[in-house]
Structures are given as C-alpha cells and as structure tokens.
Nanobody
C-alpha cells in the first residue's frame, strides 16, 4: 500500500506559477511510475504529466512547455512545476503512483487560476 499526499495548490492569477508536491510513503517509490492528473468541475479526470522510474516524462498537449514534472527518489516526492497558468488549468490535481499505471491515488489539491 502506498499513501500519497499532495500539497502546494492554491489561488493564483493568470500567468502565475505554482509548484505542486506529492509525498509518498513506502520503500518502493523509486520503482513506480508517477503521474499528475486533474479534474475540473463537470469534466473527466485527465492525465497532465507522467514520469517513469527511469525519468522518462510525458505531457498532455495542453500543458507542454508550461508544466514540468520531476521526482526526488531520496525524498519520495514528485513535483509538478506549473508556469504561465491559465484559467482553464483550474482543477483538482491528483497524484498517482503504480508499477505500470495509476494503482494508488492521493486525495487531491485544488488549483484555481483567476483571470
């Protein structure tokens, strides 16, 4: 079992930046693929960014060039650096972990971008 706790969400103006963190429990963190997902009101949850155990990253087209995912295995933490934020980035952001896909989920952190 892996326990994930997100932090770093908040209210920011359009054009601003935020860094989300996801702290994971357990000793197998370095073996897991990690992902950041988001869900806006009335919309389905979508994958924003992912990073494998070998640090291969992938991004949704809507955030390419603005968001960066990274991980620190020594701290069991994955980050999402978000820049040039837009109102359409407003959502609850969730961290997910798993050996191949999202097997474990955090409870989410709210990001609100005002125009």
């Amino acid at each position: 079992q892996v326990h994930l706790v997100e932090s770093g969400g908040g209210l920011v103006q359009a054009g601003g930046s935020l860094r989300l963190s996801c702290a994971a429990s357990g000793s197998r963190f370095s073996l897991y693929a990690m992902g950041w997902y988001r869900q806006a009101p009335g919309k389905e949850r979508e994958l924003v960014a992912s990073i494998t155990s070998t640090n291969t990253t992938a991004y949704a087209d809507s955030v390419k060039g603005r968001f960066t995912i990274s991980r620190d295995n020594a701290k069991n933490t994955v980050y999402l650096q978000m820049s040039s934020l837009k109102p359409e980035d407003t959502a609850v952001y969730y961290c997910a972990a798993g050996p191949l896909g999202p097997a474990y989920w955090g409870r989410g952190t709210q990001v609100t971008v005002s125009s």
